[in-house]
């Protein structure tokens, strides 16, 4: 038995932004994007095109949403907005995960409550829906999958840890892909942010959680990125190609949403953390060694990775996908990520976290994997 789900409305295509305001159905809404969409006039074309239901801008977003300058927004927001019932999280992944923080108000109206839920401490209250804000995502990048997914990535690089929300209101109401929004887009997060989709992709399929309607979108994300993201990086101003990425992003987002990420998501955030590591590449490098793991637990699992990969058997689809990263100039060699030494320790506690035990050889794994006795 299984089932899929996925609560979200998708507006896609060329030009669809100019959907918003119909979505906003007369509501105002708060602004949450990323201090470059002002340089680059996308700020303005948002404010241009909400007019009087536009009701502010927060746009000091950084990369990996980090309690440390979350907690001013959380409390600004929710002293200055509370009675604005949308938010608009218009940029990456790291702004969409910002935007969910930003949807439930704790009863004290203070960040610090929805840190101690988030770090499981006894003293933190349970979450409440009752006023939570709607969200509707508008990605800027084709990988996150933030925009079809519940979950949100809050980090604490002080404490070295991270944590994940999700509650039942963190889903977005809509998703607007338009890949007009990523013509500008740089050839590094052009990389990584196509990365991180076909890691997210193939993490659906090698996944315990997978059924066919998340393996069918997975298989098809992943194919069509490794056909379309070295041809996009080397013309970024195509807008088929763009349109092409963000389907695929769309699919392997839609995917995920259903089964949760595997082994290499859990071997990422470490490696991000601890070493700098952007998070598409930290995700995406160890993949032909998870997927030489993958192998043989699953009939349904090795055929579809010999199809993604145009492979006879699975040494030449390792090879494959070990070449399509090093063509596009990302190592897989954890050496160069500066972690050689402990790259069994970290696969070892990585298969122990929530996201390891997704991976369908996680048991196998981890006995081959432990040092002996």
Request: proline share 5%.
């Amino acid at each position: 038995m299984w089932n899929y789900h996925n609560p979200v409305a998708v507006r896609a295509g060329s030009g669809s932004l100019a959907q918003l305001p119909a979505l906003l159905d007369g509501r105002r809404a708060l602004l949450i994007t990323f201090p470059e969409a002002a340089p680059l006039g996308l700020e303005t074309r948002i404010a241009e095109l909400l007019g009087p239901q536009l009701a502010g801008i927060e746009n000091a977003v950084q990369p990996n949403p980090d309690v440390s300058w979350l907690a001013a927004m959380y409390e600004r927001v929710w002293r200055d907005h509370a009675d604005v019932d949308c938010i608009v999280a218009f940029g990456g992944g790291s702004v969409i995960d910002c935007a969910k923080a930003m949807l439930s108000k704790t009863s004290s109206g203070r960040f610090d409550a929805l840190l101690s839920h988030l770090q499981g401490r006894q003293d933190g209250a349970p979450l409440s829906g009752d006023g939570a804000k709607m969200l509707i995502a508008i990605p800027t990048t084709a990988g996150t999958g933030s925009e079809v997914t519940p979950w949100a990535t809050i980090w604490d690089a002080a404490a070295g840890k991270k944590y994940s929300l999700h509650q039942d209101w963190t889903w977005p109401q809509a998703a607007i892909i338009d890949a007009q929004l990523m013509l500008s887009l740089p050839r590094d997060m052009t990389l990584a942010s196509g990365l991180d989709a076909l890691s997210h992709a193939l993490e659906s399929i090698w996944n315990v959680n997978r059924n066919p309607v998340s393996a069918s979108l997975a298989a098809t994300a992943a194919r069509s990125i490794v056909d379309t993201l070295p041809a996009l990086l080397e013309h970024p101003r195509d807008l088929a190609l763009r349109e092409r990425m963000a389907v695929a992003a769309l699919q392997a987002g839609l995917a995920f949403s259903n089964t949760k990420t595997a082994l290499a998501h859990s071997l990422s955030y470490d490696i991000t953390l601890h070493h700098g590591v952007t998070h598409g590449i930290a995700c995406s490098f160890s993949l032909p060694h998870v997927m030489a793991l993958a192998f043989g637990n699953a009939a349904d699992v090795d055929a579809l990775l010999l199809q993604i990969f145009d492979a006879v058997d699975e040494q030449e689809a390792v090879d494959n996908l070990s070449g399509f990263l090093e063509r596009l100039g990302v190592s897989t060699d954890p050496a160069h990520y500066g972690i050689a030494d402990a790259w069994d320790a970290l696969v070892q506690r990585a298969l122990q976290g929530p996201r390891g035990r997704n991976f369908i050889a996680a048991n196998t794994a981890r006995t081959v994997l432990m040092p002996s006795s």
